[in-house]
């Protein structure tokens, strides 16, 4: 048995993941205390177990970065601004999200620089996806990673949250199969953050 969930480690932290992202949104008023607990210790995991790509200079990362950091938040407030002209009620939970999740201090801000936006893509990308694709194909495994990591995302209780990590998980994973680059990653996530969370935030 502990040879069959050493060799599918999927099976066991999975469902691990997803518990402990239910644990950070369970209780808003404690949030950034326990999503950092819970990205530290799947990205813990994720370093032990598995050697990341790093094949892009260091100006192509911040080139690349800074780009496809911006055309994700264009492609989400496009988004945004489309579901806005239907009856779907998008600006009530994309407020409610900015109130209730956003970086309010710098210390929020540190934390999403340094452990966070890591974090996160050293396991969904650098882990997940890459476990995945023992099982099924390259693009089956991107966007399983991606609803995977937007299911995690649903415990917010919002369900802009799932499209835009969903959206923003399938160009993570497409970008990181390409160019084989986790600094990359990162910065386009911080990017991104960047520009949704200080220079333009939702709603606008």
Do not use: C
Request: proline share 5%; net charge positive.
């Amino acid at each position: 048995m502990l040879n069959l969930l050493k060799r599918h480690t999927l099976i066991w932290l999975l469902p691990l993941s997803l518990y402990l992202y239910y644990l950070a949104f369970e209780n808003t008023s404690i949030f950034w205390y326990m999503y950092t607990f819970a990205i530290l210790v799947l990205m813990s995991i994720a370093i032990v177990n598995y050697s990341v790509f790093d094949e892009l200079k260091t100006w192509k990362s911040l080139l690349y970065g800074t780009l496809f950091g911006t055309l994700i938040y264009a492609a989400l407030a496009l988004g945004y601004l489309i579901f806005d002209l239907l009856p779907l009620n998008v600006a009530g939970p994309v407020s409610a999200i900015q109130a209730l999740f956003a970086p309010t201090s710098i210390w929020h801000y540190l934390l999403l620089m340094f452990v966070i936006v890591p974090g996160e893509e050293l396991f969904w990308r650098g882990y997940i996806q890459q476990q995945l694709k023992k099982y099924m194909k390259l693009p089956l495994a991107i966007l399983s990673a991606s609803l995977l990591f937007g299911f995690a995302l649903a415990f917010s209780g919002f369900w802009p949250s799932i499209v835009a990590g969903v959206l923003a998980g399938i160009t993570l994973g497409i970008l990181y199969e390409w160019k084989r680059s986790m600094p990359l990653l990162i910065i386009t996530h911080l990017v991104f953050l960047i520009l949704l969370f200080i220079v333009m935030p939702l709603p606008i």
